[in-house]
């Protein structure tokens, strides 16, 4: 039950201090003086991070243990939100990189630790994981700008505030340190040499087009859906709740899809059905924005939060240990944050293009065709190495 709760407390901290960057925005550049490229390069910047230094992360838990190298994230997001603190522009950047970094290896290293230790568990895990993932960033979405404006902090201090959630789940963590040891010396032998093969996999290669292209799904839709709900005549504030609360709906989602699979459906038709109430929504967001939106964000927050959640848990079952779970962990996110990364962008410029949100929305509807095929091919019940059942 500890280490469970640890587990939770660590992905609650995986995208608050990022997120809690957007209800900010405006704010920050205002009053530091930036153009809006340079305070969109703080969502950027860490997404970069994640798809760059996935591949680091196994070598550091060989290298340090799991356990040890867990708690480390927590102090790096620590540091990271109080650099963020100093004066000068060049800190709040090198603390989002900061923070970017301790993300990135606690993303690649949870899907492995939840494979070993809790084996018999690993759909409920992942649900609770996932769970606290959109948990975490709809409570940054949600209570940062009113805690701001309700204690009259400047901007900087209200994002520091966000370095106490990882204090905790810090403190909560050290009991691990001494659990990891026995872990560690069990499996040491094999755990000292990396997974070889894995880009020959075409199983591997399907997770790791089903977690880039939801990704990207979701990233590009947080970008720019209250951008397209304001252009259709919502109002800045009602566009902003519209966006929290698609999240907090992807907390059911996220925690449901996993916990479900095998008892009554199928990984592969999940995978499906969550795309598909994505494409309901993106086709109500055409026809009409303003006056369903309730429905369409509610669809969307379901289909998104079962897709992150299907994502992760094709991670864990495809791989046949924890170390394998790491390496096909750090493959996946590599790619698919990378591609993330490009979604809001690429979405920005069809939008230039074409001067209407049509097209964009039209865009995101088709990717859903190919995440849905790569999603019954990651579903099949197989390994990506190890066994007869191998692929």
Known sequence: MWLGAGVVLLALNLRPALVAVSPLADTIRDESGMSATATSLLTALPLLCFGLLAPVAPRLGRRFGTERALLA??????????????????ALFAGTVVIGAGIAVANVLLPGLIKRDFPARAGLMTGLYSMSLFGGAALAAGVTLPVQQASGMNWRTT???????ALVALVVWLPQLRTGTRVAAAVARQAAHPVRGLWRSPLAWQVTAYMGLQSLNYYAAAAWLPTLLQDAGMSAGDAGWMLSFSSLLGIAGSFVAPVIVGRRLGSGTLAALGALLCAVAYAGLLTAPVGGAYVWMSLL???????????????????????????????AQCFGYILAATGPAVLGAVHDASHNWTVPVVVLLVLLVPQIAVGFGAARDRHVAGGPGAA
Do not use: E, K
């Open 73 to 90: 994230t927590m102090v790096l997001i620590g540091a990271g939100t109080a650099l963020r603190t100093l004066d000068p522009v060049v």
């Open 301 to 331: 927050g379901l289909g998104q939060g079962a897709a992150i959640s299907l994502a992760l848990l094709f991670i864990v079952q495809r791989a046949p240990d924890a170390r394998h779970v790491a390496q096909l962990s750090s493959m």
């Open 159 to 165: 994002l520091a505030c966000w370095g106490a959630l």
